[in-house]
Every structure is written in structure tokens, then in C-alpha cells.
């Protein structure tokens, strides 16, 4: 077991996989100055359960990535760093957030890539890419759709996990896999779930809601109209200002840094 600086997200990090974070708050730029004591720099990712990146307390998953730094730059009000997914960890026990979270953890053992497993592989791709085509028709996605992968087919195997339009708890299903085999059906499964929910429509005309369904009801004959107050008028203070936006994105943001390849 290995005790690690830990940097809590509400992301996953995948092996060879790049993410790229803004460091803000004070505990991590603290953690930050310690990792860079060490070549190679490095930090565990794991996954938020419940509560923010901000200021301490979440309840975390205990499975994770290993972040290897590879760029870092200083502006003003944050530091930005590039980081690439190295090995999967598992939390043993957390230590005290002293000032910064840290864990004692044990490597997860690599999924080992049988070339038998070729065609499901492909298959995998195809439904990923074709997802990502049909996502992007909705929202901005963060990996294109003809992205590169690289040509280790462990790597490639971790980057289609990462590139695919899942959210983070489908992700962390996929960051526990034990073996590729489970990993590609696995991600089949979620891709082809999430693939239908891009296509739900309105099969029935009949079920759309139409102007007049929002029309004001006649009250029954015998039902006295309900009484009605007048509204308040809504006043405005010149003289106030208005409230700031929050920054309510911390530390760490997957970012659109370089392509996984």
C-alpha cells in the first residue's frame, strides 16, 4: 500500500486518459506544491458520491485513477495543470484531510487485452462514435466523434471508455471492470442506454401537448369562481446591486485539454 495525495472530482479520470484542472483552492494548491517534490508528479482522481469539490467533506468513492502531471501554468487567481491517467487505484482507508486529502491505496491489476476480444471491440467503437455523432446534434461534446485512439489496444480499450457520453456513476461502473471483456459489454449496455435516450420522440400526436390544453377551464355550473387577489407589484432597488454568480466550478474540470491519443 502506497499513502497518495487524493483530489476529489465530480469527474472520472480513466487510464490514458488527459484532464485538464484549475487549482484554486488553497489545500490543493498546498497538495500541489508537495506532488511537485516528486518526479514523477502524481496524484489519485477518484469520484465525489456526495456533497462539492469546494471546501471539504464530500463522501468519495473508493475507486480511482492514478494523475501523472504533464503541463502546469500559473494565472491569476488559479493554477491550470494537464494531467494523464496512469494506473486504477483502490482506496484503503483515508487519512485525515491534513490540509489536503490523502489515502493509504493499493494499484488495481491492469485488465490484460486478449485479441480475440477484436470484434467486440469493434463493435464497441462503432456504437460509441455514432452516439458521440448523434450527441453532439444536441450539446456540445467534449471528444468529437472521429476522435484517434491510440494504437495499444489496452489504451484504446480505456480511451473508448473515456471518450463515451456517459455520466460519471456509468463511468465509475466502467472503472471497476476486472476484465476488457466485461468492460466492452459493459459499455455497450450504457452507450446503447444512453443512444435511446437521444432518440425518445413523441410517437402520438394525440400526446403532445397542445395550446389548448393550456387554456383556462370553464368553472361547472355549480362551482362558484375562486376569488382572486390581486397580485404584488414587484419593486426593484436602484441603489442595490445585484448579487455575484458563484463560482460553483472548483478545482478540477475535465476540460477539452488534448486528445486521448
Known sequence: MTEMPMFPLGSVLFPAMPTALRIFEERYIVMLSAVLQDDPSRFGIVLIERGSEVGGGEHRFPIGTIAEISQMEA?????????????RIEVVDWLPDDPYPRAEVREVPDLEWREELRPLFVEAEHLVRRTLAQASEFVEQQWGADIELADDPHDALWQLAGIAPLGPLDQVRLLRATDPEQ??????????????????????????????????AEPAADEE???EEPAAEATVDDDEPAAPEADNR????????????
Open 250 to 261: 472548483d478545482d478540477g474540470t475535465p476540460g477539452d485539454p488534448t486528445p486521448p491519443r
Open 183 to 216: 468492460l466492452l459489454r459493459d459499455l455497450i449496455e450504457l452507450t446503447t442506454g444512453a443512444a435511446e435516450m437521444l432518440t425518445v420522440r413523441w410517437d402520438d400526436d394525440d400526446d403532445f401537448p397542445r395550446p389548448e390544453d393550456f387554456a383556462d
Open 225 to 227: 369562481p375562486a376569488d
Open 75 to 87: 494565472s491569476e487567481g488559479f493554477i491550470g495543470l494537464i494531467a494523464q491517467g496512469g494506473r
